[in-house]
């Protein structure tokens, strides 16, 4: 009733907002309105890249308050980016796919390849040291090729920052470790990353950081297979999909009902029979925000890959109180099993595209093998990235640097950036999953936090204790399930993902305005051309009042005090007769009205405490109605 219509000019004005990819190559400028959905931005963006399986990507940015969101394609790209400053977009995987070699174009696993690159960059993708080296080997023969002494001089792979904690040491194995690709084209060399990446515990989380009951702090990753959690360098609970009965938050607390298979006594029997139970495991988050984004990204990755059709996803909806409506999420797009079955549908040749070095002062190795019949051979183009774009992928080595070739610093914090999404692992890791029915949630909203895990004493081997002048490991026990942990603990680093916000850093020099600022300025345009043509005298000639038109064009844009607290007092006041309206009403209903319901009679059954009112109101109409006669 108090909101402001917008004008057909308002909808008409154009925004714009730019787009990053994973490639860090040039941004690009896209303009929209104020209508403008989000899946038409979307879709501009995948023609930009001649993508077609784009199911699994989407849009993300960062808000004010340096929160992640992903743009959501039923919604406007201006409601959604309204107050961000700059309007910057990065264009990301989504939802990784259980198995990349099932995905039908070269050119959509080249792009799930540019992402997990960064994810091993940004320490989100956690392995062991050896799988690190033989990752960032595949790395190097897809960026420069087959090994040649003449063009790779000894210290070459310095130049190349894949890894967080990349050392000397980790850079010859690298360097011997290249020398046995030859003959794997990019392709080939990229395909090989993608399945060593796929069998990873880590492939494709994101992480976000919570707290257990203790205050500990914990990295909760929701991926293809469930929801997991990370303490140290161990995975310590994975909850599958199959056995989550549903999934809420209220203010900071993400809960998780999950179903728990319980013993108990049959009667009149001496067989034990199972009984699941739904226990709630809750965890902490930062903020509010945060939270709200934890629940949706789970929800979202757990109807992409349990429904069998989109056309069956529930409405969802969760953090309502007494004060707040809470949060509503309605799936939209395919699932997986629509995605892949499209996937196989796709009649085109495969698009050439150009795949971006890393580094310009290296040159791509041609070698016998590119020339088999494979339109990745045709697609072996190399288009270096401007310096000041190649932060994320590559660093020089100060020898280089100081020969004049401007590089940033690397990052030694090794923390999270929210530019990255998602997770997947392929089926086989850790056995089939089965898709279970999303059920409507329940009334309770509140659990504890979760306790201290507990592990099984069968898949646990203690450490024996060290020697004085030795340290202990920080983790006290070495899983030894394959299942549970591929390498043990004294091999693996400790899971610290980059927390940097990569997404909302503006390279440009001068930054963007936001939506806000360009509503205002064209307001300031508009106002100053009326105020110009109000002032014109009717025989042309301009009189002498332009000079006061800034004090009247800043009383019409800044209302007094005077006239907000008058506006709030009049929607106080009519809240107030409409509830009293509302109770009148409801009182004539349920007792001067013979209407038979069960609601109703339940309703008099609640008040009769007020038959005394009404007994008053039936003596003193009577009353009035005696003086009249």
């Given at each position: 009733m108090f909101r402001k219509r917008s004008t057909k000019g308002e909808v008409q004005t154009e925004y714009s907002c730019s787009i990053r990819f994973l490639d860090d190559s040039e941004p690009i400028q896209l303009n929209f309105k104020k209508d403008t959905l989000g899946q038409w931005l979307f879709d501009r963006v995948c023609e930009k890249l001649s993508l077609?399986?784009?199911?699994?990507?989407?849009?993300?940015?960062?808000?004010?308050?340096?929160?992640?969101?992903?743009?959501?394609?039923?919604?406007?790209?201006?409601?959604?980016?309204?107050?961000?400053?700059?309007?910057?977009?990065?264009?990301?995987?989504?939802?990784?796919?259980?198995?990349?070699?099932?995905?039908?174009?070269?050119?959509?696993?080249?792009?799930?390849?540019?992402?997990?690159?960064?994810?091993?960059?940004?320490?989100?993708?956690?392995?062991?040291?050896?799988?690190?080296?033989?990752?960032?080997?595949?790395?190097?023969?897809?960026?420069?090729?087959?090994?040649?002494?003449?063009?790779?001089?000894?210290?070459?792979?310095?130049?190349?920052?894949?890894?967080?904690?990349?050392?000397?040491?980790?850079?010859d194995q690298i360097q011997e470790l290249h020398k046995t690709l030859k003959g794997q084209v990019p392709a080939e060399a990229e395909s090989n990353f993608l399945k060593k990446a796929a069998v990873l515990d880590t492939y494709g989380v994101d992480p976000h950081q919570v707290k257990d009951q203790r205050g500990d702090q914990l990295y909760l990753g929701v991926t293809h297979q469930g929801i997991m959690t990370f303490r140290g360098s161990r995975r310590t609970?994975?909850?599958?999909?199959?056995?989550?009965?549903?999934?809420?938050?209220?203010?900071?607390?993400?809960?998780?009902?999950?179903?728990?298979?319980?013993?108990?006594?049959?009667?009149?029997?001496?067989?034990?029979?199972?009984?699941?139970?739904?226990?709630?495991?809750?965890?902490?988050?930062?903020?509010?925000?945060?939270?709200?984004?934890?629940?949706?990204c789970a929800v979202e990755q757990q109807l992409f890959f349990t429904l069998a059709?989109?056309?069956?996803?529930?409405?969802?909806?969760?953090?309502?109180?007494?004060?707040?409506?809470?949060?509503?999420?309605?799936?939209?797009?395919?699932?997986?099993?629509?995605?892949?079955?499209?996937?196989?549908?796709?009649?085109?040749?495969?698009?050439?595209?150009?795949?971006?070095?890393?580094?310009?002062?290296?040159?791509?190795?041609?070698?016998?093998?590119?020339?088999?019949?494979?339109?990745l051979n045709t697609s072996i183009m190399s288009e270096p990235v401007p310096e000041d774009r190649r932060r994320y992928n590559v660093y020089l080595a100060p020898s280089r640097r100081a020969q004049g070739m401007a590089e940033e610093t690397p990052n030694q914090s090794f923390e999270i950036t929210p530019t990255e999404a998602a997770v997947d692992v392929p089926g086989n890791a850790f056995g089939a999953q089965t898709s279970s029915p999303i059920v409507p949630e329940s009334p309770v909203l509140k659990a504890p936090l979760a306790a201290e895990e507990k592990f099984d004493m069968q898949k646990v081997q203690t450490v024996s204790a060290s020697a004085p002048g030795q340290k202990t490991p920080v983790n006290g026990s070495v899983p030894v399930d394959p299942s549970f942990l591929e390498t043990s603990i004294d091999s693996m680093p400790s899971y610290q993902p980059n927390m940097t916000m990569d997404d909302d850093e503006e390279d440009d020099k001068t930054p963007k305005p936001s939506l806000d600022e360009q509503i205002k300025q064209l307001e300031e345009q508009y106002e100053k051309i009326t105020s110009d043509q109000n002032h014109i005298a009717p025989g042309g000639k301009i009189g002498a009042a332009p000079k006061a038109a800034p004090a009247s064009t800043?009383?019409?844009?800044?209302?007094?005090?005077?006239?907000?607290?008058?506006?709030?007092?009049?929607?106080?006041?009519?809240?107030?007769?409409?509830?009293?309206l509302l109770m009148a009403v409801t009182f004539v209903v349920l007792f001067y009205t013979k209407f038979d319901h069960p609601l109703l009679d339940e309703g008099r059954k609640q008040l009769q405490f007020l038959e005394p009112v009404k007994h008053y109101i039936d003596d003193s109409v009577e009353a009035i109605a005696s003086k009249f006669k």
């Open positions: 077609v399986e784009k199911d699994y990507f989407g849009l993300r940015y960062v808000d004010a308050e340096k929160q992640r969101h992903w743009l959501d394609p039923l919604k406007t790209v201006y409601k959604q980016l309204k107050g961000v400053n700059p309007m910057v977009l990065c264009f990301r995987v989504k939802f990784y796919p259980e198995d990349p070699m099932k995905l039908h174009e070269e050119i959509t696993r080249y792009y799930l390849y540019l992402q997990l690159r960064r994810d091993l960059h940004h320490g989100r993708l956690l392995c062991s040291p050896q799988d690190a080296v033989h990752l960032a080997s595949y790395i190097v023969q897809s960026e420069v090729g087959d090994y040649d002494p003449q063009d790779h001089p000894p210290g070459y792979i310095t130049a190349f920052k894949m890894l967080p904690k990349q050392n000397a040491k980790m850079e609970q994975l909850h599958k999909w199959n056995q989550i009965r549903r999934i809420a938050y209220e203010g900071k607390m993400f809960i998780v009902h999950v179903n728990v298979a319980e013993e108990e006594d049959a009667a009149n029997a001496k067989k034990k029979r199972k009984r699941i139970k739904q226990q709630p495991h809750g965890y902490k988050c930062l903020t509010v925000g945060a939270c709200k984004y934890l629940w949706r059709s989109s056309c069956n996803a529930p409405k969802l909806k969760s953090g309502g109180t007494l004060f707040s409506r809470g949060s509503k999420f309605r799936f939209s797009g395919r699932c997986q099993v629509e995605a892949l079955s499209a996937s196989e549908n796709i009649k085109r040749s495969e698009p050439k595209f150009p795949r971006t070095n890393s580094l310009p002062n290296f040159s791509r190795n041609k070698h016998a093998s590119e020339s088999k019949s494979s339109t800043g009383t019409s844009k800044s209302p007094p005090k005077s006239s907000v607290c008058a506006t709030c007092c009049k929607v106080l006041t009519y809240s107030i007769l409409f509830a009293v």
